[in-house]
């Protein structure tokens, strides 16, 4: 209780949590009840924010302050991994632009900083791994459940190095800023928050922890006396205290359910002003169609009036491309891609808009407008390739064209999609021309083995109708009907007709075909051509059942096939001639085993 009441009267609150994402709801259930004992106690503490005045600069309110925290060696030092130390509060006044009110009395908005020195919050993965990280953040205290503010703004460490020339720390960024009860309702999406470019607290982490105390001056020598309370405070090189300039400029307040449904409403007018095929293709974000008369804009035909077209890229969607926003750039062309390389804008990676800065005036702007310079940083990692100096400035008319995560998401998937099943139908048609092919027995040694792979052409016989074939050619067919019969009348099953054999064809049409029951054949009254006793003999010579000896000749539209390996090989011997029609294809090539790479034998002669 004496830590907590002195950590109130300092002007802070810590606030603990086992893991981030609990600290992170932790923190919203308790906000407001910090905030009140802060407010209470801003005369109480001795660390109090420096406030300036507050102007108006094209309607635009800017606010500089500088808040401060308890020094290092006895506070800050003694946080954990997830706790923070919160600032008092920076109060901002703002003109009151309701017509009904006639008070003019200036609206409140206040913010806070917070300050985690052991790493922290949202964005404590994100390009820090798991290394602690000091992280500021800026939080808004919302007056209302439904207010929310766009607000740019810098923040900036003040150094205090025990060096003849210290250096501060700061960074610049946007975001648009809404209550704790709006967060809360994403809790559990809180990233989805942070890409639709909506938090209620946004920072960054600027170094690393262990740099801390040499960043304030505060040495571990003087870190332990202080501890023990046996040195001197003025031993100690710097006071240790934490000090933060803020600076923002608040670019509009305004309902977020009010935007919201007008955000909805300008989506619908978008895709009505659109002709078909900008509907079913993402176009760039930036680009916004206007009409004329809103009352009549979605008459025309194609969604878009001449005008409308002429005025399309004079005018950016300052709700698309804003402050806060992701983006992912993406080329047009491949010519393109080395200028995004060298300006750092990587097409396809998801960056963060950290700031927008008017061309012609140098200010900073929440919204886009044409030539506008962009300060852009990813919001992951990248390969050690491709990381650089964050954030990388780019003018956008160097961006060949901006999509939203969401759009470029859904353009990959398409792609990925199309080329899956370009790939499919290639191998289809690959298939349909030709294949490989397993040689299962040994019906064709010794010129092919069991295992050999045969690489077949399956063009020629069906464009040809097998009419080209010629004796000596080795063919691939499906088991024919007769042979089906003779596997079945054996005791076996019917063969799938995907399954093929292989055969060499010994007789064409016109051909006497005279089979010997003992298998031997004769073809034109002559001993059929070529050397087939070259394999091991089956020495029971079971084939020789199943032979149909007699004389055949050959039908114009058949073949007489025979295999490599007579003593085991089941041909036209057993189950008679083949149909033409059912040669499948040619091998061309033996592709395996490498060693008998290349084409296929021929029979050899007797």
């Not at 005008?307 to 491949?334: C, D, F, Y």
Request: glycine fraction near 8%; proline fraction near 5%; charge should be negative.
């Amino acid at each position: 209780m004496k830590q907590l009441t002195t950590s109130i009267a300092a002007g802070i609150t810590v606030r603990t949590s086992s893991s981030l994402l609990h600290h992170y709801n932790y923190k919203y259930n308790y906000n407001y009840i910090y905030c009140l004992l802060l407010a209470t106690a801003v005369s109480l503490t001795t660390y109090t924010t420096a406030l300036s005045s507050t102007n108006i600069i094209r309607n635009k309110v800017k606010y500089s302050g500088t808040v401060t925290f308890p020094p290092y060696a006895t506070y800050l030092s003694q946080l954990k991994p997830g706790q923070c130390a919160t600032s008092t509060l920076l109060e901002v006044s703002i003109p009151n632009d309701n017509e009904e009110d006639n008070t003019n009395t200036p609206l409140k908005h206040k913010f806070c900083v917070l300050c985690y020195p052991r790493g922290g919050g949202h964005n404590v993965n994100s390009r820090n791994g798991d290394r602690e990280a000091v992280g500021i953040y800026l939080q808004y205290i919302a007056p209302t459940p439904d207010t929310c503010i766009d607000v740019t703004f810098s923040m900036q460490l003040k150094g205090k190095q025990n060096l003849k020339k210290k250096f501060d720390l700061g960074w610049d960024a946007g975001m648009r800023f809404v209550s704790t009860e709006v967060a809360a309702k994403n809790k559990n999406i809180y990233d989805d928050n942070l890409r639709r470019g909506l938090a209620n607290d946004f920072g960054a982490h600027l170094m690393q922890s262990q740099l801390l105390p040499f960043f304030l001056g505060v040495d571990d020598e003087d870190d332990e006396m202080s501890h023990n309370n046996d040195s001197d405070n003025s031993m100690s090189s710097s006071d240790g205290v934490l000090e933060v300039q803020v600076n923002m400029t608040v670019h509009n307040v305004q309902s977020f359910s009010a935007l919201e449904q007008a955000a909805q409403r300008e989506q619908k007018k978008q895709k009505a002003g659109s002709g078909l095929l900008q509907k079913l293709i993402p176009r760039d974000i930036r680009q916004q169609i206007v009409f004329n008369n809103d009352d009549h804009g979605y008459d025309d035909d194609d969604g878009s009036s001449a005008t409308s077209m002429e005025q399309r890229e004079l005018q950016h969607n300052t709700e698309q491309v804003r402050v806060g926003k992701i983006i992912v750039p993406v080329i047009k062309s491949l010519s393109q891609r080395a200028r995004m390389f060298e300006i750092g804008s990587y097409p396809g990676v998801e960056y963060r808009i950290m700031r927008i800065i008017d061309p012609d005036t140098g200010e900073d702007l929440f919204g886009s407008v044409p030539g506008a310079e962009y300060e852009i940083k990813p919001i992951y990692p990248l390969v050690k390739q491709l990381e650089r100096q964050w954030p990388a400035r780019v003018n956008e008319k160097e961006l060949p064209t901006l999509l939203t995560a969401g759009m470029y998401n859904f353009i990959s998937a398409v792609g990925s999609l199309a080329t899956a099943i370009t790939g499919l139908m290639t191998a289809y048609v690959i298939s349909l021309a030709m294949s490989l092919y397993f040689i299962p027995s040994k019906s064709m040694e010794p010129n092919l083995k069991v295992g050999d792979v045969l690489l077949v052409e399956k063009v020629s016989s069906k464009l040809s109708g097998a009419s080209l074939l010629k004796k000596g050619d080795v063919v691939l067919f499906p088991a024919p009907s007769r042979l089906q019969d003779v596997i079945v009348s054996s005791g076996g099953k019917r063969i799938n007709d995907r399954d093929l054999f292989v055969k060499r064809i010994a007789a064409t049409a016109g051909d006497v075909v005279q089979v010997e029951a003992s298998g031997s054949v004769q073809i034109n009254g002559d001993v059929a051509p070529g050397d087939r006793q070259m394999c091991d003999a089956e020495p029971l010579r079971l084939i020789e059942k199943y032979i149909e000896s007699g004389e055949t000749v050959v039908d114009e539209k058949d073949l007489f096939v025979m295999g490599d390996c007579s003593d085991v090989s089941v041909d036209s011997r057993v189950w008679g001639t083949l149909n033409r029609k059912d040669v499948v294809g040619r091998p061309l090539l033996r592709v395996w085993p490498l060693e008998r790479f290349g084409g296929l034998p021929s029979l050899p002669d007797r």
